[in-house]
C-alpha cells in the first residue's frame, strides 16, 4: 500500500548525496519508530520543478540556463531555503538541501518547511545587467511555487541580497503591490532584518557557549579554532573574541595562521581586506588547513565546506568541543570516530541554524510591517538557540546517543507527529 511509484534519484546511488539523506531519515525513523506513512513521505521531496529558459546576454547571443526549486516538506508551514547560483548544481543537490532545511527548521522549532533553488551559471562571468535578467526570468519561472505562505527563497553560494531584492521585485510587479514576504536576506532598506548578516555566526557562538557550559568550559578560558574566515567563520571568532575566549588559529581558502597567545581577530579581519587572505598576518605563524584541523583546542569550529573532517584525519583532531558552522563539514565515517573519540560535537543543522532563525524572523517583520531592533532580534535568537540546544540534548541524552542523532530524532519526531495530525489528503 505504500510502496514507492518510482526512484527518485539520477546519480550513482553510492555517491548521491540524496541517497545518503534518505538513509539517515530512514535510520532515525526505525529508532524512533516513525510510521511507515511517515517515513515514506519524508524520504522523497514534495515538489520539484526543473525549468530551462532563455536570457538575452550583452553580446546579442541568447543562452538557455537550467534552474531547479524543490520544496522537500511543508508539513510546518510555507517551504524555506536559499537560492545558490553555482555551474555544478544538480537537482539532486538540490533536493540534499531542501531535505536538510525541513530538519534544520525543525530542530529550532520555527514553523517552517524545506525548499531550496538552484541555477546551473557561473555568476563571477555575467554582468549585472545578465545576473539581473537570469534573477528576473529565473524569478517568473519559479513563481508557480514560491510566495510569502508557499515557498520563501533566500540567499546561498553565489547569490546576495540584491538578488533577493530583484526576485521580491519580480514577484511584486506581477502581483501589483509589494510583497515583502516572499523573500529573506533582503537589503535593510527593502525589509532586510537587522542582525541577519551575524546571525549564522551568533547562533554558532551561542552553541558554543551552551556546549561549554554543559561541559564545564567556561567561554572565558576557551581557546578556539576556527576554519574559514568568511561570513559564518569571522563572526563567530569576533564574537567569541568578545565572550573573552582566546581565537589561537583561523584559516580561509589560501590557508591558516596560529598564534598560541590568541590573535586579534579586528586586525586579522584587516588584514584580510587588504591582502584578501589571513595567510601572511604578522603576529602568527602560517600553518596549512590540515595543520589547523589537528591543533590543541577547546572549541573547533569548521565554518568553510563540508567533508572538511573524514576518515583520514578526524582521530587526529584534539579539540574537545566541535561547533559545525559550515554545512555538512564531517563525513559519516569521521562522526564516529569523533564520537568515540568522546568530541561533543554540535551538528550543522542546530549549529548553523541562526541564519534561518532571523531569516525567519525578517519575515515575520515583512509580514507585520513592524520592524525590530538589533537588540529585539539577537535576544530572540538566544532564545531560541537556547531551547533548540536543550531540547536536542535532552533527546541525546533520552536516546544514549549523540547530538547529532538527537537533532536528527528531535526534528524528525517533529515533522512526523504534524504529519499524523494533519492526516492524508483526500
Ligand atoms: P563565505 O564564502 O563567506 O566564507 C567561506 C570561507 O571559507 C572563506 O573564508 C573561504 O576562503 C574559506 N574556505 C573555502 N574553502 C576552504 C578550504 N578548503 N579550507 C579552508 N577555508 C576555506 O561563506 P559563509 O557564508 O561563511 O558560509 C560558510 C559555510 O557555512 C558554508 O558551508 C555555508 O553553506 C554554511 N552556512 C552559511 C550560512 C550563512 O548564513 N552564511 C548559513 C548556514 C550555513
Known amino acids: 500500500m505504500f510502496e514507492r511509484q518510482h526512484a527518485s534519484v539520477s546519480q550513482s546511488e553510492v555517491t548521491n548525496p540524496f541517497v545518503m539523506v534518505q538513509q539517515q531519515i530512514d535510520a532515525i525513523c526505525e529508532r524512533i519508530k516513525v510510521s511507515e506513512t511517515c517515513r515514506l513521505r519524508l524520504r522523497e521531496c514534495e515538489r520539484e520543478l526543473t525549468v530551462h529558459f532563455p536570457v538575452k546576454m550583452d553580446d546579442g547571443t541568447v543562452k ?9 516538506n511543508d508539513s510546518r508551514g510555507p517551504a524555506k531555503g536559499g537560492i545558490r547560483y553555482h555551474p555544478d548544481v544538480t537537482l539532486d543537490d538540490t533536493r540534499t538541501l531542501a531535505a536538510l532545511m525541513t530538519l ?12 531550496k533553488g538552484a541555477v546551473a551559471c557561473d555568476p563571477k562571468t555575467l554582468s549585472q545587467d545578465e545576473l539581473e535578467k537570469l534573477t528576473r526570468r ?4 519559479i513563481s508557480l511555487l514560491i510566495g510569502p505562505e508557499k515557498d520563501i527563497p533566500a540567499p546561498h553560494v553565489g547569490t546576495n541580497p540584491q538578488v533577493m531584492a530583484w526576485i521580491m521585485d519580480t514577484y511584486s510587479m506581477n502581483k501589483g503591490y509589494s510583497v515583502l514576504g516572499v523573500v529573506t536576506g533582503k537589503p535593510m532598506e527593502l525589509g532586510g532584518s537587522r542582525g541577519r548578516f551575524e546571525a549564522t555566526g551568533r547562533g554558532c557562538m551561542i552553541c558554543a557557549q551552551l556546549a561549554g557550559k554543559h561541559l564545564g568550559i567556561s567561554l572565558k578560558e576557551a581557546t578556539v579554532v576556527v576554519q574559514g574566515f568568511g561570513n559564518v567563520g569571522a563572526t563567530a571568532a569576533k564574537l567569541l573574541a568578545k565572550e573573552g575566549s582566546r581565537i589561537i588559529a583561523v584559516s580561509d581558502s589560501r590557508g591558516g595562521i596560529y598564534n598560541p597567545d590568541g590573535l586579534a581577530v579586528e586586525s586579522v579581519l584587516r588584514h584580510k581586506r587588504e591582502t584578501g587572505s589571513v595567510v601572511d598576518f604578522k603576529d602568527a605563524e602560517n600553518i596549512t588547513n590540515a595543520e589547523l584541523l589537528g591543533l590543541k583546542c577547546d572549541i573547533l569550529i569548521p565554518a568553510a565546506i563540508e567533508n572538511q573532517i573524514h576518515e583520514g584525519n578526524a582521530a587526529s583532531v584534539k579539540a574537545k568541543i566541535i561547533v559545525e558552522g559550515a554545512n555538512g563539514p564531517t563525513t559519516t565515517e569521521a562522526a564516529k570516530i569523533l564520537r568515540d573519540n568522546g568530541v561533543f560535537v554540535v551538528p550543522d543543522i542546530l549549529a548553523n541554524a541562526g541564519g534561518v532563525v532571523v531569516s525567519y524572523f525578517e519575515w515575520v517583520q515583512g509580514l507585520q510591517s513592524f520592524f525590530w531592533t538589533e537588540d529585539e532580534v539577537n535576544h530572540q535568537l538566544q532564545a531560541v538557540m537556547d531551547n533548540a ?21 528531535l526534528a524528525i519526531k517533529r515533522i512526523a507527529d504534524t504529519m499524523e495530525a494533519r492526516g492524508i489528503f483526500p
Open 64 to 72: 538557455v540556463f537550467t534552474g531547479y526549486r524543490v520544496q522537500h
Open 389 to 409: 540546544f536543550r531540547e536536542v540534548l535532552e533527546m541525546s541524552q533520552r536516546g544514549k546517543t549523540d547530538m547529532r542523532d538527537g537533532a536528527y530524532m
Open 104 to 115: 534544520k527548521a525543525a530542530v529550532v522549532n520555527i514553523p517552517y518547511g524545506g525548499a
Open 138 to 141: 529565473y524569478a517568473s519561472e
